[in-house]
């Protein structure tokens, strides 16, 4: 049985990854004895060998925390000349380390499977506020985003009510409209635009014309990765992220003159950006995490290497690394085709 892990969070940060690190070193030391390091920024830390010790001490009254006590970063593991997998099987050597748990999106966990393919004792943890991971029918830090932008709509309607303006509030959200979508729907958005639906800035104006008409001020919630149909990329102009992605956000920022030009009412964009990532886990995302975290403590001490923890239904189940992988899941466009007959 595999008694000494590590444990790294890579990507995005994502409020309940230090729920799931309590979750893992409580259920690992009280149930199986297991001890636990934590490494450092992500798959940086195990390339360089920078670990702490990760003890029921160190663990204590993190559920609430937000962003994650050991770091992320977007460095990989095949990072030379320290990274791949010869060298981190011989550093995990070195530290008497048996398997590692990676906590992360889609990108750490393909890092973890070609790990894995290569020899190295790994296991996933799923996690994005983005829910974008088809292994799992949520990730822990979803919900939490879900409030904070429906926080966001809610204050931004009382100021639009007032003022009688168009406003746009821009979330999260690269390849899927989950963010969107749901705090669109909760908040009562007249538009929803998401990444897998382009739309024309002629249909949007007519949706916003059409609440005007009504005597209300339109609401529109877009994300991140929404693109206008002659757009062959999402909105880009802040450079490239740690793996050569560009960095998103700002489409809100073209939205909004262009409804404006459109239909004559003013608009204003607020561009939510970081604050839906930071700061406590809601309730719900407290408890996903946690559960995973112990879910994750099982599987190790099953030596199930080559799997991640994921929620399907009600249960918390184990999928290999290459199924987890296979689709993104995106908003199914019939979903979607369903709202949009509420917009406008
Ligand atoms: N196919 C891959 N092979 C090896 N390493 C990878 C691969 N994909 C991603 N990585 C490495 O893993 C890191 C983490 O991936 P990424 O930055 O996409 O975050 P993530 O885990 O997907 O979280 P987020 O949801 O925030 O994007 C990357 O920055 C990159 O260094
Ligand atoms: O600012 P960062 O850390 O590069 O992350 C931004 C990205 O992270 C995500 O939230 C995914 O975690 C995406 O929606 C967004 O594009
Ligand atoms: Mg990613």
């Known amino acids: 049985m595999a008694k000494r892990l590590g444990i790294l969070t890579s990507g995005g940060d994502c409020p309940g990854l230090n729920a799931v690190i309590r979750g893992a070193v409580l259920k690992g030391d009280s149930v199986y004895g297991q001890e636990f390091v934590g490494f450092i920024d992500g798959w940086k830390g195990l390339v360089e060998g920078n670990a702490i010790p990760l003890d029921r001490r160190s663990v204590r009254g993190l559920s609430s925390q937000g962003g994650t006590i050991i770091g992320t970063s977007r460095v990989g593991p095949y990072r030379e000349p320290d990274g791949g997998a010869d060298n981190i099987r011989q550093r995990m050597k070195r530290l008497g380390i048996d398997g590692i748990i990676a906590i992360g999106g889609e990108g750490t966990a393909n890092a973890a499977k070609r790990l894995f393919e290569d020899g190295v004792n790994i296991v996933g943890v799923p996690k994005t506020i983005d829910n974008d991971l088809a292994a799992t029918d949520y990730t822990f830090g979803f919900s939490t985003a879900v409030e904070i932008a ?10 639009g009510n007032s003022h009688k303006r168009c406003m746009v509030l821009e979330v999260m959200g690269r390849h899927a409209g989950w963010i969107a979508l749901f705090s669109g729907i909760a908040g009562g958005a007249h538009a929803i635009l998401i990444p897998e639906q382009p739309e024309t800035i002629e249909q949007i104006s007519e949706w916003v014309r059409s609440v005007v008409h009504r005597g209300r001020a339109p609401m529109v919630v877009v994300a991140e990765g929404f693109t206008f149909p002659d757009m062959d990329q999402a909105h880009s102009t802040k450079g490239l992220d740690g793996f050569n992605r560009p960095r998103l956000g700002g489409i809100g920022e073209v939205l909004a003159p262009l409804i404006e030009e459109h239909t004559g009412i003013e608009t204003r964009a607020t561009v939510l950006g970081h604050i839906q990532r930071g700061g406590a886990p809601s ?27 994921a929620l399907h239904g009600t249960d918390i189940v184990r999928v290999d690394f290459a199924d987890a992988l296979a689709n993104l899941k995106t908003v199914p466009p019939q979903s979607y085709a369903d709202y949009r007959q509420l917009f406008g």
């Open 150 to 159: 429906t926080e966001a709509i809610d204050r931004l309607r009382t100021t």
């Open 283 to 309: 309730a719900f995302d407290r408890v996903l995490a946690t559960r995973m975290g112990m879910a994750v403590s099982d599987l190790v001490a099953d030596e199930g290497w080559g799997k991640m923890v």
